[in-house]
């Protein structure tokens, strides 16, 4: 099984500042995606194929990497991005996801 | 607009079985794997099972092999899971989802909770 381990678990993040979290797998992966999810609600594409934004997301999220590291930035911290960020892979089953990311508003 | 409705969460006894529903609409069903994932209470997300555009092939997590099965009615447009021999551990929050080639789980259902307990 590939293992996810995102870093940090949890972070607080003022209006302006930057944000990145990581996300390595315990092996090769050809791609990373990346969830959104807001207390209560489902969960949202946010990132595909490593880099591309979903439908409807700001420009100043980005995503990068390749094989075992990758990472997830949003240039300039606003308060709707106050969420939780899983990233999943599905190159190999048993498909797995990390552990989340607790972004919080500082 | 692309729509997933489940139901036929509820509260259940360990070793009972249960069947979760998710209607879909707002695209052609037929040509989209579809996934089933799960969130425990106030822990992440974790994959359940996988089905096939036409259900020719099916992949389920280890820990539900063999309780669990995934089908599916496109003539309905509808996404199944049986789950069978359910355990305290099972409960969740069962999501499913439209997994496309390339952009991932890009539609997700609002979810419907599973409770097995005594």
């Known amino acids: 099984e590939i293992v996810l381990t995102q870093s940090p678990t949890t972070m607080a993040a003022s209006p302006g500042e930057k944000v990145t979290i990581t996300c390595r797998a315990s092996s090769s992966v050809s791609y990373i995606y990346w969830y959104q999810q807001k207390s209560g609600a489902s969960p949202k594409p946010w990132i595909y194929e490593t880099s591309k934004l979903a439908s409807g997301v700001p420009d100043r999220f980005s995503g990068s990497g390749s094989g075992t590291s990758y990472s997830f930035t949003i240039s300039s911290m606003e308060t709707e991005d106050a969420a939780t960020y899983y990233c999943h892979q599905w190159s190999r089953t048993p498909w797995t996801f990390g552990g989340g990311t607790k972004l919080e508003l500082k | 607009e692309v729509q997933l409705v489940e139901s036929g969460g509820g509260f259940i006894q360990p070793g009972r079985s249960l069947k979760l529903s998710c209607e879909a609409s707002g695209f052609t069903f037929s040509d989209y794997a579809m996934v089933w994932v799960r969130q425990a209470p106030r822990k992440g997300l974790e994959w359940v099972a996988t089905?096939?555009?036409?259900?020719?092939?099916?992949f389920y997590r280890d820990s539900v092999k063999g309780r669990f099965t995934i089908s599916r009615d496109n003539a309905r447009t509808t996404l199944y899971l049986q789950l069978d021999s359910l355990r305290s551990e099972d409960t969740a929050t069962y999501y499913c989802?439209?997994?496309?080639?390339?952009?991932?789980?890009?539609?997700w259902g609002q979810g419907t909770l599973v409770t097995v307990s005594s």
């Open positions: 989802a439209r997994l496309g080639n390339y952009d991932g789980y890009s539609h």
């Open positions: 089905i096939f555009y036409d259900g020719s092939r099916t």
